[in-house]
């Protein structure tokens, strides 16, 4: 979370935006992150030319090519206020005519697969003025720093008035990261979210691989797997699918598939295609039957994307293909033939695995809306046999509109890297350990006898049950509530004791009396 003297900076950056002219929040993001990218491209050849000086040569493409200089943050920031407005509005002849802003969009496989991404980015910036300040100030930013880009994401999207309007909720990073660490991607997944945002979930499955199998990338097959396939994306907003584009390729991932469009609609027809699917899809909203790829409705008739995204997301998957999904807690109870059957579907023809209930003020200050995580495989031929529930009633934060981070930084990183090292320490504070850890023993089927009480945060839960409940799925139909026996006195006892002391009260007035007199 951002907090004091960044936030500070960021709200500046902000509001001279405002006072320049541009008031759309969306707008705002937008220009700030493609002047962030630029400050990161650069910052990339300068990594790129240190290589060059301490070992004479490099495996790294340039960035820039000598003569593109000028296009450069670390050259243009030092220049007047007009020189760098003309490198980014006028195109320079001597660097093939480009401008500081259009070298953007060329970026990433010779510029093919990014720019179609960068198709209508427009600079925006309207006076040399506003472009010093806001480039002055983005120079200050540590963004070297591990996740304040991330950091920055988050918080400008939470300007945004319309977000929690439109279901664009913006998926906390640690609940991201939790998610990625259930799944554990693999070698050869392909990857996909279907309501892609700024692309946090596939950024997240990067830093995973990168983390933990950096070896991977010794195989040239690999490689070009990660770079060119394992990663995929469908992104309604050309907004967002710019900004998820540069995300991307910040993070190292040259090549992703994105596509344009509604997931939902007609125009898309894929079928078994993505091994593992992390999502976050819109809570709200509603679409006419004749906007609906039709295969959709045949798993269950509705017009809530919520549900309709569940039946996406079966589709989409390979036979054996992995989720995770986030959904509003009415998917888990909700009554109608439409809710019944997209659970039905779950329980009896693929293999749901679990579903983990997270507090309602996860999504703050965006929303309070509750919402649980369903993990599930795709088989098309049932499989569940148990349903592991886990009551999630701390991730670390506060569960107010502020979000204050409870445990330390250091502990929050521990959480994913060493779990077992830190349960004991973040105990009421923080589930994330408790979870990743009895994932780990269900998911590879290993004792599960302690996890039959009912009334602990984590249990088992025979589909048996879960069919004589109508595929209920909500939590609290299952968890067992141990009341304790309160004993209170007997009216006659209280009533005596009452006397007694205004006997007391009576003898400390005469008392006081007589004192007096």
Not at 92 to 120: C, H, P, R, W
Not at 121 to 139: G, N, Y
Not at 226 to 244: H, L, T, V, W, Y
Not at 298 to 319: A, D, N
């Amino acid at each position: 979370m951002i907090t004091g003297e960044l936030r500070s900076q960021i709200d500046k950056i902000w509001n001279d935006f405002w006072t320049g002219g541009i008031s759309n929040p969306l707008t705002v993001i937008e220009q700030f992150t493609y002047l962030i990218f630029l400050k990161q491209l650069d910052d990339r050849q300068i990594l790129i030319e240190k290589e060059v000086a301490m070992l004479g040569s490099t495996l790294k493409e340039n960035i820039y090519s000598e003569n593109q200089k000028e296009l450069r943050w670390s050259y243009f920031k030092d220049k007047d206020p007009e020189t760098m407005f003309l490198l980014f509005t006028r195109p320079q002849v001597q660097i093939d005519n480009l401008t500081a802003f259009d070298f953007m969009k060329t970026i990433g496989a010779d510029g093919g697969k990014f720019s179609e991404y960068m198709k209508g980015a427009t600079f925006m910036i309207a006076t040399p003025k506003l472009l010093d300040r806001v480039v002055q100030q983005i120079d200050k930013l540590p963004l070297d720093k591990k996740d304040t880009k991330g950091d920055l994401y988050e918080y400008m999207l939470s300007k945004i008035a319309e977000a929690g309007t439109n279901g664009q909720f913006r998926t906390p990073r640690h609940i991201i990261r939790m998610m990625v660490e259930l799944m554990q991607p693999q070698k050869d997944d392909t990857i996909c979210d279907p309501s892609l945002g700024t692309a946090g979930f596939l950024v997240a499955a990067s830093d995973f691989i990168k983390q933990t199998q950096n070896q991977w990338f010794l195989e040239k097959d690999f490689r070009e797997h990660f770079n060119q396939k394992m990663f995929n994306g469908i992104e309604i907003d050309p907004s967002m699918m710019r900004i998820a584009a540069m995300n991307l390729q910040l993070h190292g991932i040259e090549t992703p598939n994105l596509i344009g469009g509604n997931a939902l609609a007609e125009s898309n027809s894929i079928t078994g295609k993505y091994s593992l699917v992390l999502a976050n899809p819109p809570f709200k909203g509603a679409l006419d039957y004749d906007e609906v790829e039709k295969s959709l409705l045949q798993t269950t008739k509705t017009k809530k994307t919520e549900l309709l995204f569940l039946s996406l997301i079966l589709r989409t998957l390979k036979l054996g293909g992995r989720a995770a999904v986030i959904v509003p807690d009415g998917v888990l109870f909700g009554s109608s033939g439409a809710h019944k059957n997209i659970r039905k579907e779950l329980v009896e023809n693929q293999q749901l695995q679990g579903v983990i209930s997270m507090p309602s003020g996860v999504f703050k200050p965006y929303a309070g809306v509750s919402t649980a995580i369903l993990l599930f495989t795709k088989t098309n031929s049932g499989g569940t046999d148990k349903v592991w529930f886990y009551d999630m009633k701390a991730d670390g934060y506060s569960l107010d509109d502020k979000r204050n981070l409870l445990i330390s930084e250091d502990a929050m990183e521990q959480c994913f890297t060493e779990p077992e090292n830190i349960v004991a320490e973040t105990a009421g504070k923080c589930d994330i350990p408790n979870i990743l850890l009895d994932w780990s023993v269900i998911n590879q089927q290993l004792s599960t006898n302690n996890y039959t009480d009912r009334t602990q945060q984590s249990f088992l839960i025979p589909k048996a049950d879960i069919i004589t409940n109508d595929y209920d799925l909500s939590i609290n139909r299952y968890k067992e509530t141990i009341y304790e026996e309160v004993e209170y006195e007997k009216p006659s006892a209280l009533i005596a004791a009452i006397k007694a002391i205004d006997t007391q009260r009576q003898v400390a007035i005469s008392e006081l009396e007589k004192m007096l007199s």
